[in-house]
């Protein structure tokens, strides 16, 4: 805790950016939890130590079993465009699935849950998603006549023919890039135009809070899409959420669309060889957004990604075969695609997927589900996380689950948030993984080993195994652990899990991650290559990392960076609040004055006294440098579909700015509420829109940008 007021008016560089985070106590793991750990050994870190790079990641790929082994472990003869594992061949599908047939053909792979409580629960034996990935692995090839290297695009919910799908095309060597099913059809169009592909995959409809919704027409926005961007769909796939009956009042188009259960009995016992890939194949793409225009669609690896999935899968997410593992994720984003489909399945395990929304019906979902599937791994973003504490604090203890482990992903989690994850969804038994990484890095980058490293709240731990972070500040030097300055979060050495490229943007690909820290384009050496996460983060003296978000998610007022998240974490010590966000308003004495949305507990009502305690704790926690200009208490805060606050959004409000495009958003609706609410205080209270600079206009209009 500081005030910091007597070094307001001497710039900050940035190299001196204040970090206000107050160190947490560290928790241990329960000795149970140790005694049946994957990697309970602490000679695991030598193992992995800097000197054994890049061969350590052998006992990764050695996870997997490989048609012919590679002779070349780590190519760097093209940076940054790494190569892993070169020479060796292998089939993801297989690797998968066929490969667990001898030991566990009865045992179920997945687990769907749908989202109607009245309806079966349905188990997938790892013999029936053999059949069933065979099936559609002949449709594709011999129906829609997909080939090695062709892309396929999938707009599926959580069912379980979207990991079948995935499967289906790892088998055949085709490129499968999933569009998050809460995507809109245009957003799916641009997609198939990026990607270039001629079919889509798809489902007529999906539960999501009760209700079932027409997923098909969608798919009809999306092919009109692509067809303005000049790519042509041939064949669209549409699955139907109960085979034979049609969710959706698009009608089917002659010649186009097809209905998957009808075409299905054809391929019946069809059994397709698994094809022998390169271990550099791509094995599929995963969209993610960048400040600007395009979205960028990561490629990643066979060999190297599921080598690294099943790795990390293994001594992170600690699964064992007979475990019940529940990532509580959407497939449509690189957490499930990682860590719902490819690390489980490689490790034959059993993956629970949930078709829809946590608190549907009620808050106690979720514990309903682990009770009665017995899940003892379960993974979940902060969000998610924020959202049971807000609506059903006291469901957790209502039932009789038990998890060893749990894991958050997404976002920097607030030490009172991670505090209850423990004690009330965890009960105090489970030890806790924090996992940074992002959609371009595969797997894991920053975590705990959970039987070997303490945890701290708040606090993603230090670089995984393998992995050696470093922060450098704006001039490439490196800020020192323990120096309680921020800086740019780095990776020096690559890893088999990042990404090959950009799809189709080799350029974007080497600018965005790689030309800021590049010290040699000429180079070879992977050391010349950090690469760029665009996240800053901090390292206290114990070698752990506290990630305080995007690079662009700072507040500079007068001079003094401030982290969104240290703001918002400073509110959160507000028992009453649930939620909150910290934004920018544009100040003519201070360059950037803090404005905070908080949403408050069930039960609590919005007071002038409550946005006044909010105030005080900013600042106590962080210094009057931070106080915010206003509070503003709101009903819910705008979300993305996965569950990041747009903050971007409500800078515009507080900017009485264009808000952008707001209809990807999981709750567009609560724009209009906040913006009448705020405007009208504002107007209130003196407070009048002002013109902008184009350089302003930018920063609110991308602030936070998550979209
Ligand atoms: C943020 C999700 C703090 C970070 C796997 C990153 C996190 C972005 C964490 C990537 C974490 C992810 N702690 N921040 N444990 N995990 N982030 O691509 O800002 O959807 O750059 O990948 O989320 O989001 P993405």
């Not at 190569?83 to 667990?100: E, I, M, P, Q, Y």
């Not at 509070?631 to 959004?649: A, C, E, F, H």
């Amino acid at each position: 805790m500081e005030t910091d007021e007597e070094s307001q008016d001497t710039p900050v560089s940035e190299a001196q950016i204040a970090v206000h985070w107050r160190e947490e106590e560290y928790y241990q793991p329960p000795a149970k939890f140790i005694a049946q750990a994957n990697a309970g050994d602490p000679s695991i870190f030598e193992r992995f130590r800097e000197e054994r790079f890049p061969e350590c990641f052998k006992e990764y790929a050695d996870l997997l079993s490989w048609d012919a082994y590679w002779h070349t472990t780590l190519d760097t003869s093209n940076p940054p465009f790494w190569k892993w594992f070169v020479g060796g061949r292998l089939n993801a599908s297989f690797n998968c699935v066929d490969r667990h047939l001898a030991a566990s053909s009865n045992k179920a792979a997945l687990i769907w849950v749908p989202e109607p409580e009245e309806e079966e629960t349905r188990a997938i034996t790892y013999q029936e998603l053999y059949k069933r990935v065979n099936e559609f692995a002949a449709l594709l090839r011999d129906f829609a006549g997909v080939k090695i290297g062709d892309r396929v695009t999938f707009h599926l919910p959580m069912v379980p023919e979207l990991p079948v799908a995935m499967l289906a095309c790892a088998r055949l060597g085709a490129i499968h890039s999933q569009v998050f099913g809460g995507f809109s059809g245009a957003a799916c169009g641009e997609r198939i135009a990026d990607a270039d592909s001629h079919v889509l995959v798809t489902m007529d409809g999906f539960y999501r809070n009760g209700e079932l919704l027409d997923h098909k027409v969608k798919a009809d926005e999306a092919i009109a899409r692509a067809h303005d961007l000049g790519c042509e769909v041939d064949k669209v796939l549409v699955w139907r959420r109960r085979p034979g009956q049609y969710a959706s009042k698009s009608p089917m188009v002659e010649g186009r669309d097809f209905f998957v259960d009808e075409l299905l009995p054809d391929y019946r016992d069809k059994l397709v060889e698994p094809v022998s890939m390169p271990a550099e194949a791509p094995l599929f793409l995963m969209y993610t957004s960048g400040t600007t225009g395009r979205p960028k669609g990561c490629e990643h690896s066979t060999g190297g990604y599921l080598a690294y999935v099943a790795g990390t899968s293994k001594y992170y997410q600690d699964i064992h075969p007979e475990d019940t593992y529940w990532c509580f994720a959407d497939i449509g984003w690189i957490t499930g695609h990682s860590y719902i489909v490819y690390g489980p399945l490689a490790l034959g395990t059993t993956s629970v997927m949930y078709e829809g929304v946590p608190t549907y019906p009620d808050p106690g979902r979720p514990w309903r589900i682990a009770q009665r599937l017995g899940v003892d791994i379960f993974h979940t973003s902060p969000t998610t996380v924020r959202m049971l504490r807000k609506v059903g604090p006291d469901e957790p203890a209502k039932y009789d689950y038990h998890f060893k482990h749990m894991t958050t992903v997404g976002e920097p989690i607030e030490p009172e948030v991670w505090r209850w994850y423990h004690e009330v969804i965890g009960k105090g038994e489970a030890v806790i993984v924090d996992t940074w990484w992002q959609t371009e890095n595969g797997g894991f980058l920053g975590s705990t080993l959970p039987a070997l490293q303490a945890m701290k709240p708040g606090s993603c731990g230090p670089g995984v195994l393998g992995i050696y972070p470093v922060i450098y500040d704006e001039n490439g030097d490196e800020v020192l652990a323990g120096s309680g300055r921020a800086g740019n979060m780095c990776i020096r050495n690559p890893w088999p899990g990042i990404f090959q490229t950009i799809w189709g943007q080799p350029e974007k690909f080497v600018d965005t991650y790689y030309a800021k820290y590049c010290r040699d384009r000429q180079s070879k050496d992977w050391r010349d290559w950090p690469y760029f996460a665009g996240d800053g983060a901090v390292q206290a003296a114990d070698g752990y990392f506290r990630i305080l978000g995007r690079v662009d998610d700072v507040i500079n007022v007068a001079g003094h960076r401030l982290g969104t998240k240290e703001l918002e974490s400073a509110s959160l010590m507000v028992d009453e609040v649930a939620e909150a966000a910290a934004v920018p308003v544009i100040d003519d004495i201070r360059g950037r004055a803090v404005e905070m949305y908080v949403s408050l507990k069930p039960g609590v009502q919005a007071s002038e006294e409550m946005s006044a305690k909010v105030s005080r704790a900013i600042d106590t926690e962080i210094g009057k440098i931070a106080r915010p200009k206003n509070v503003w208490i709101v009903p819910d805060l705008p979300k993305t579909r996965s569950g990041k606050i747009m903050r971007r959004v409500i800078a515009g409000i507080s900017n009485f700015t264009d808000v952008g495009d707001t209809s990807t958003l999981a709750n567009p609706e609560i724009v209009d509420v906040i913006r009448h609410h705020v405007q009208k205080e504002k107007a209130a209270r003196g407070e009048v829109p002002r013109e902008l600079s184009r350089e302003e206009l930018e920063e609110i209009q991308s602030f936070g940008s998550v979209e």
